[in-house]
């Protein structure tokens, strides 16, 4: 069974500020949903009923929020933050926090439109996204930019940032908890494929390590008419007439042809 998962939830938090146009947050939550829902993604987010427009703005915004997404954690793969407007940097930081998510955050600040620069429409959420990474590394939560430090929220640019934000939650979500194994030393004369055990188990991932010779000596104990043999080579042959037939075919005794390497009967 893949460990991968195939439909995302993404917890959703969209920052506001009082002194900026708090419209631009129900605004943006219409937007959200419709995108979110377009690409297949499920999201956990505030409504209006719980803070107001559904945005964040104090600690008390941060503290329902967190709870929301504490009650979903078994199911967030990801956590997108929208900026309408400046947004309190604080209270985002904060709902981060609180909720105890350990999954990756995506920061993302609208345009501001030069034709609407007034008290009533204007935006900063360029000032804001500076101000809001500028907590989260001092939170010490790690978190992805845009393309472009703003986007509009229904472009195309933001579109293609959330489906690569995507590929990197099914990583860091696949990857929780799994098992490596290690088969043989690396070679000496190649550093840059050197690794660290120590720094993988940080992040839940264990390393079994099983020397090479190991392996050889097995295979040699090993009788063509074993039947683990038997299974791996029809699996190998059910995989070879699976692919596309380029360049050598398998043989006419039921052999599978992998470059010049034959697996199958003498």
Do not use: W
């Not at 986007?151 to 939650?169: H, I, N, P």
């Not at 991932?205 to 090479?212: G, K, P, Q």
């Amino acid at each position: 069974m893949s460990r991968i998962p195939q439909q995302l939830t993404m917890g959703v938090i969209i920052g506001n500020r009082g002194f900026f146009p708090s419209y631009l947050v129900a605004e943006a939550r219409e937007q959200a949903i419709a995108l979110f829902g377009r690409l297949g993604i499920n999201t956990v987010m505030l409504d209006p009923s719980q803070t107001e427009l559904g945005g964040v703005e104090t600690r008390q915004d941060a503290k329902i929020c967190a709870e929301l997404f504490r009650a979903h954690r078994d199911r967030i793969h990801g956590v997108v933050v929208l900026l309408p407007n400046f947004g309190d940097e604080k209270a985002v930081a904060e709902t981060l926090r609180l909720s105890g998510l350990n999954v990756p955050v995506l920061v993302q600040a609208e345009e501001d439109n030069l034709d609407k620069m007034g008290l009533a429409t204007r935006r900063d959420s360029f000032c804001g996204k500076i101000s809001l990474c500028n907590n989260l590394r001092q939170y010490g939560i790690p978190f992805t930019l845009t393309s472009q430090h703003v986007c509009a929220l229904t472009g195309e640019v933001f579109e293609q940032d959330l489906k690569r934000f995507e590929q990197v939650c099914r990583v860091v979500s696949s990857m929780r908890g799994v098992r490596v194994g290690a088969i043989g030393a690396r070679p000496a004369g190649f550093n840059t494929v050197r690794y660290s055990e120590k720094l993988l188990e940080r992040l839940g991932i264990a390393v079994e390590t099983l020397d090479l010779s190991e392996v050889f000596t097995r295979i040699k104990t090993l009788r063509d008419d074993d039947i683990r043999v038997d299974e791996k080579r029809r699996i190998l042959i059910d995989k070879r007439r699976r692919q596309p037939h380029t360049g050598r075919q398998a043989g006419d005794h039921g052999e599978a042809v992998c470059g010049d390497q034959r697996v199958g009967g003498r």
